[in-house]
């Protein structure tokens, strides 16, 4: 982080926080799979929405200062995010693709 702040450091690993759900999102509601991943995309919600608030709380609890962009944050993001997609590649969102191309 440029300005070497530790409000800025926190803040980026919150908002990375939120990244692997926001595009596992994007990649199910541009599929058309939305209605029936609802379910697992709320879950992904929570799991990553308690992490993010782990590191907004960290500005306020001394405690929690050392949890943003520490080896326990990245495998808690890893723990979510191997078995997300890991869940949706197996899955079949072949069949939410467009099967009929014209050239």
Partial sequence: HITG????????CAAAALV??????LVIQFLGA?????????????YYGL???ACIAALFVDALRE??????????????LVPQFAYLLPADLT?????NFSS
């Fill in 5 to 12: 702040r530790d409000e800025f450091f926190i803040l980026e």
């Fill in 95 to 99: 069949s939410y693709a467009p099967t």
């Fill in 34 to 46: 939305w209605r029936s991943l609802r379910t697992f995309v709320a879950i992904g919600v929570a």
């Fill in 67 to 80: 949890f943003p962009g520490s080896s326990t944050w990245a495998q808690l993001l890893l723990a979510g």
């Fill in 20 to 25: 692997p759900q926001t595009t596992a999102a």
């Fill in 51 to 53: 992490i993010f608030l």
